[in-house]
């Protein structure tokens, strides 16, 4: 009665984002070395060269973690939703006032604000736009800034537009930045990607044609790594596509 052959799970590693196949592998190196005196010489060969190449794809992953430009991003996005709220609440105190054209006023602003209540809650690339959409159709009012001026509020208009405008140009210089990190965190992914699927075949072999109990129980842990990643990877996505262990995706 003859084995069945043992096979690595499909994966689609290079689809992998760069920190999860950084941390695949990391992973799988970490798991491979208390085995190392139980590979042959060209699994430890396949072994040495994947931590060669991902300690210089790590490197990469590194410096892309976290912008320069986050905390002021923040700092910004913060005042000018303090000075959304200061509009929105001070409109609202004057609706009642017993000041005719503090109460007009505030009705003015009331019916123009009402559509951007939302403003606060919106995903930060669309409250950029809708920001200056608010701000721009209050500048072009004459009657809309005469109201500001009467209840206060002229200000604050004054404020948030600056605060936006901020924010706006931060926002896209942090994204120029993760772009232009992901492209060279991209440039090393694929050598990364090719020398952990060289290890993956390397233990494939060994497991089935030289085998031992280590090199099994290491088989099995790989394994269990790449069905774990394999949810995280936009798997099958083309027919025409196979997994690095040469078998159809499932």
Same mark, same amino acid.
């Given at each position: 009665?003859?084995?069945?052959?043992?096979?690595?799970?499909?994966?689609?590693?290079?689809?992998?984002?760069?920190?999860? *196949?950084? &941390?695949?592998? @990391?992973?799988?190196? =970490?798991?491979?070395?208390?085995?190392?005196?139980?590979?042959?010489? +060209?699994? #430890?060969?396949?072994?040495?060269?994947?931590?060669?190449?991902?300690?210089?794809?790590?490197?990469?992953?590194?410096?892309?973690?976290?912008?320069?430009?986050?905390?002021?991003?923040?700092?910004?996005?913060?005042?000018?939703?303090?000075?959304?709220?200061?509009?929105?609440?001070?409109?609202?105190?004057?609706?009642?006032? *017993?000041? &005719?054209?503090? @109460?007009?006023?505030? =009705?003015?602003?009331?019916?123009?604000?009402?559509?951007?209540?939302? +403003?606060? #809650?919106?995903?930060?690339?669309?409250?950029?736009?809708?920001?200056?959409?608010?701000?721009?159709?209050?500048?072009?009012?004459?009657?809309?800034?005469?109201?500001?001026?009467?209840?206060?509020?002229?200000?604050?208009?004054?404020?948030?537009?600056?605060?936006?405008?901020?924010?706006?140009?931060?926002?896209?210089?942090?994204?120029?930045?993760?772009?232009?990190?992901?492209?060279?965190?991209?440039?090393?992914?694929?050598?990364?990607?090719?020398?952990?699927?060289?290890?993956?075949?390397?233990?494939?072999?060994?497991?089935?044609?030289?085998?031992?109990?280590?090199?099994?129980?290491?088989?099995?842990?790989?394994?269990?790594?790449?069905?774990?990643?394999?949810?995280?990877?936009?798997?099958?996505?083309?027919?025409?596509?196979?997994?690095?262990?040469?078998?159809?995706?499932?």
């Amino acid at each position: 009665m003859t084995m069945s052959k043992l096979e690595l799970s499909p994966l689609y590693t290079i689809d992998l984002k760069i920190n999860d *196949a950084y &941390s695949l592998i @990391k992973t799988s190196i =970490e798991v491979t070395i208390p085995y190392r005196l139980q590979l042959g010489n +060209i699994e #430890n060969a396949a072994l040495d060269q994947l931590i060669a190449d991902n300690e210089k794809f790590g490197k990469q992953v590194n410096k892309n973690q976290k912008s320069e430009f986050t905390k002021d991003l923040g700092l910004f996005e913060k005042e000018r939703i303090s000075f959304v709220r200061e509009i929105f609440r001070i409109t609202k105190s004057y609706i009642k006032s *017993a000041d &005719s054209s503090k @109460k007009a006023a505030a =009705e003015a602003l009331n019916f123009f604000i009402r559509p951007y209540k939302e +403003i606060p #809650n919106l995903p930060q690339n669309s409250k950029n736009g809708i920001i200056s959409e608010f701000v721009v159709k209050y500048k072009a009012s004459p009657d809309l800034k005469a109201a500001a001026v009467v209840i206060g509020l002229d200000s604050a208009f004054a404020g948030l537009e600056i605060k936006n405008t901020a924010c706006d140009t931060l926002y896209k210089k942090r994204n120029e930045e993760y772009a232009a990190r992901e492209l060279s965190g991209s440039s090393l992914k694929p050598i990364a990607v090719a020398s952990y699927t060289q290890f993956c075949t390397a233990i494939q072999q060994a497991a089935n044609l030289t085998p031992n109990d280590g090199i099994i129980a290491l088989f099995h842990k790989l394994d269990e790594l790449r069905k774990a990643y394999r949810t995280l990877g936009d798997n099958g996505k083309d027919d025409q596509e196979t997994p690095e262990n040469g078998t159809p995706a499932k």
